[in-house]
């Protein structure tokens, strides 16, 4: 387990993490409220070079981002709403995700190993207020994860 020290480092994660994401990745964001599973993915949107904050799609479910707002295509994804997993497939995720970055928040409410190839984002609130942070790399990741 990664310690993220504060919002910044949690945003700084997410900007590092740009450095090897590309369309066709599934990156997937898993903890509590407050856990910085946002953060995350606004340090990414910003390194890919979106202008301003990014919002956190809760109330949209799915906000895209295209160029030239970001260097390629991203969904911004938040299932925290979605009762039931048949409802993902009204997204059409799968049929979009291969020409752009899939970025999910809340993926366990698609059920159990609905993005198999995910880079898998864990994150927990420490008692001291750090974040924890797990990563899950599947196969496809393995050459571009640094050990």
Same mark, same amino acid.
Request: net charge negative.
């Given at each position: 387990?990664r ?6 480092? $949690? ?7 740009a450095?090897? +994401?590309?369309p ?12 910085g599973?946002t ?11 979106? *202008?301003?904050?990014a919002?956190? =799609? ?5 906000? =895209?981002?295209? *160029?030239?707002? +970001?260097?390629? =295509? ?6 925290y709403?979605?009762?039931d ?6 997204? %059409? ?15 366990e409410?698609?059920? =159990? ?7 898998r ?8 207020g750090?974040?924890?942070?797990? +990563?899950? +790399?599947?196969? %496809?990741?393995? $050459?571009?994860?640094?050990?």
């Open positions: 387990m310690t993220l020290a504060d919002a910044q480092a $949690t945003e700084a994660f997410g900007a590092w993490l450095t090897l +994401v590309r066709g990745d599934v990156v997937t964001l898993e903890g509590t409220l407050g856990a599973k953060s995350i993915a606004r340090g990414l949107l910003a390194a890919l070079g979106l *202008p301003g904050e919002p956190s =799609p809760s109330f949209a479910i799915v906000q =895209p981002y295209e *160029p030239p707002e +970001v260097r390629f =295509p991203v969904l911004h994804v938040d299932l709403r979605i009762d997993p048949a409802e993902i497939e009204e997204l %059409a995720l799968n049929d979009l995700r291969y020409d752009l970055l899939l970025l999910v928040e809340w993926p409410r698609a059920g =159990p190993g609905y993005w198999p190839d995910a880079l984002l864990g994150l927990t609130i420490e008692p001291d750090t974040r924890g942070l797990t +990563v899950g +790399v599947p196969e %496809a990741w393995e $050459t571009r994860w640094p050990t």
